[in-house]
């Protein structure tokens, strides 16, 4: 392994994003597995990675895209996902994107509000046909989860209250619209079963209350990181068959295919011994995975060249800020300085969080195919390409 990452490091360079064909195998091959013998539409919600390589392997996998902007639905064009096998999510959506999606024939909606559905029947009057409207309704079910990633509760913004549900049948039979279904997503990173119990029996009550048929249940199956569990998969898959025999069901996960798969790989730099711990200072940073800073996230990391002493040893980047942490304290085999460290579960919400912060340029991603070879599926960036956009002019004092 410690050779093949470093002939990696030689071609594209510290730090970079790998991914492990195997465990996405693996992980594409459970999900099915949970919902084998039911009517069943997955997505992948590209928010957690927009690497179009791999939505084009989901895409071979039969599993979809589920996205926000045009952006990202461009990652699934170049993906070859077709239109016929996309949602569409998001809050406070424009008339101008509506209008473009149902021109691009997107084959699912998650309606977020009365007020965009007020925008899907003015358009209604003028176009034939638009994507299967899904009203995403917020249950007020509390996830057990980071705050920051919490959906499912009133004072969030996304989705409408069950009392909002009649007036937008009203607004629907009074426009020509038909209701295809619900959609419900309390959070992400999950990983009690007993939430998402709550979640989807809630959206089949409904279901069979408002007389349709088909139900996307959104994502949030979370992983195990540094010591959290997993999720029971057992349970999940008693709990679908239970709630979804006879329905429709649409998924839309992101961090549960292709969280574990991914690591982030950067250079020890440095190491620097205080009173308390040991600290790696490493060639990457927030800038690239900003989990641990933004969300407290404990990833679990290995080095290809570990001491044989444990201590505790905190990884940080080499950005100017006091928090720009990749792994807080853990107490185990020191990384030599110049050892390949791997950040591991960084596979969801890791590239696709990454900035331009401090002037570093974007990495490079890998995909580690099972026969052991590896593809360059995103180049790193240049040095200079964050600045690609901007005027070369200079300040023009023009009260002189
Ligand atoms: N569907 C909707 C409507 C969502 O908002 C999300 C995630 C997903 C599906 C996919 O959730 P997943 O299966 O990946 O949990 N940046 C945060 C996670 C933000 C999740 C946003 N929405 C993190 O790094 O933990």
Not at 56 to 69: K, L, V
Not at 197 to 206: K, N, P, V
Not at 321 to 330: C, K, M, N, R, S
């Amino acid at each position: 392994m410690k050779s093949m990452l470093e002939t990696i490091s030689h071609e594209v360079g510290t730090p970079y994003y790998l991914y492990h064909e195997s465990i996405l195998l693996q992980r594409i091959q459970s999900m099915w597995k949970v919902f084998s013998d039911l009517d069943f539409h997955p997505t992948f919600a590209i928010k957690a990675n927009a690497n179009p390589y791999l939505l084009s392997m989901f895409h071979h996998y039969g599993i979809g895209a589920d996205f926000i902007s045009k952006g990202e639905y461009n990652a699934a064009v170049i993906g070859g996902i077709p239109a016929s096998s996309m949602v569409w999510n998001g809050n406070a959506k424009s008339v101008d994107d509506i209008q473009f999606f149902t021109n691009a024939k997107i084959q699912n909606v998650n309606v977020d509000s009365i007020n965009e559905l007020k925008k899907w029947a003015q358009l209604k009057t003028t176009k034939e046909t638009l994507p299967s409207l899904f009203l995403r309704i917020n249950p007020s079910i509390e996830a057990h989860t980071h705050p920051y990633i919490r959906t499912g509760m009133n004072q969030h913004k996304f989705g409408m209250l069950p009392q909002d549900i009649p007036l937008c049948f009203d607004i629907a039979s009074k426009n020509n619209l038909e209701i295809e279904g619900f959609h419900v997503h309390v959070g992400s990173q999950i990983t009690d079963a007993e939430t998402f119990e709550q979640a989807y029996s809630y959206i089949r009550d409904l279901a069979i209350q408002y007389h349709v048929n088909s139900l996307n249940i959104g994502g949030g199956w979370g992983i195990p990181y540094f010591e959290t569990s997993a999720l029971d998969l057992q349970q999940m898959r008693k709990i679908v068959h239970d709630c979804f025999h006879g329905f429709k069901v649409l998924c839309e996960l992101g961090r549960f295919l292709i969280g574990e798969a991914g690591w982030y790989l950067c250079r020890n730099c440095e190491n620097r011994e205080n009173d308390e711990e040991m600290i790696s200072i490493t060639d990457g940073g927030m800038n690239h995975l900003l989990r641990p800073s933004l969300y407290k996230a404990h990833h679990t990391f290995s080095c290809t060249d570990p001491k044989p002493e444990k201590k505790n040893i905190r990884v940080m980047g080499r950005l100017c800020e006091t928090g720009d942490i990749l792994v807080p304290t853990a107490y185990q085999n020191c990384p030599e300085e110049g050892s390949l460290i791997a950040i591991h579960q960084a596979g969801a919400y890791g590239f696709s969080m990454a900035n331009h912060y401090n002037g570093f340029p974007l990495p490079a991603e890998v995909f580690l195919h099972t026969d052991g070879t590896c593809s360059v599926i995103r180049k790193a960036e240049t040095e200079n390409q964050f600045l690609s956009q901007c005027s070369v002019e200079k300040y023009n004092d023009s009260s002189s």
